[in-house]
T-cell receptor, first 114, second 112 residues
């Protein structure tokens, strides 16, 4: 069964550094998402992406964050200047279409900011 | 706003025990309801769903019924296994949205 893959599985970065989290969505999916899960807390929506542009973003997704689909397969989340509070699991997801359709999630990247 | 409330965990059970994880929601429209499961070290996987009132979603022995009158979508399983140990998330999609609202998750620990 096709799956969403994320790399790396664990990223350790110094505060203030830039980090790029990578995702390969399922190939025939058109909608892509990033979520964040701080340890012990709920899964929080960050951003959705369709047709090469952001379609919706949450208040968490401020100017420090950006997303990109640099080629036909990868979907990346960049954090420009990391803060301690950015430490979390970051999940990528994709869906074939929108509107009440369940999303397929990757296994996540654990980001640790020192 | 829309929200999902799940029972606090962890829920600790012996193998073959009956499981209930409560989920209630508030929503301005008519949501679709989902249960996701997160096994240790993995991402979220869709477990089951129900898209309208009185629908019952079922998968892998788990089931949940969409109860509009009580705004609930409780997850049940008649006989849990050690392999069911995971975190379970209730979620809703409202109207034409494609962004789910998740509950906080309920950790299930099943002992042999």
């Amino acid at each position: 069964e096709p799956e969403v893959t994320q790399t790396p599985s664990h990223q350790v970065t110094q505060m203030g550094q830039e980090v790029i989290l990578r995702c390969v969505p399922i190939s025939n999916h058109l909608y892509f998402y990033w979520y964040r899960q701080i340890l012990g807390q709920k899964v929080e929506f960050l951003v959705s992406f369709y047709n090469n542009e952001i379609s919706e973003k949450s208040e968490i997704f401020d100017d420090q964050f950006s997303v990109e689909r640099p080629d036909g397969s990868n979907f990346t989340l960049k954090i420009r200047s990391t803060k301690l509070e950015d430490s979390a699991m970051y999940f990528c997801a994709s869906s074939e279409n929108a509107r009440n359709q369940p999303q397929h999630f990757g296994d996540g990247t654990r980001l640790s900011i020192l | 706003g829309d929200s999902v409330t799940q029972m606090e965990g962890p829920v600790t059970l012996s193998e073959e025990a009956f499981l209930t994880i409560n989920c209630t929601y508030t929503a301005t429209g008519y949501p679709s309801l989902f249960w996701y499961v997160q096994y240790p070290g993995e991402g979220l996987q869709l477990l089951l769903k129900a898209t309208k009132a009185d629908d019952k979603g079922s998968n892998k022995g788990f089931e949940a019924t969409y109860r509009k009158e009580t705004t609930s979508f409780h997850l049940e399983k008649g006989s849990v296994q050690v392999s069911d140990s995971a975190v379970y998330f209730c979620a809703l999609y409202i109207g034409g949205s494609y962004i789910p609202t998740f509950g906080r998750g309920t950790s299930l620990i099943v002992h042999p």
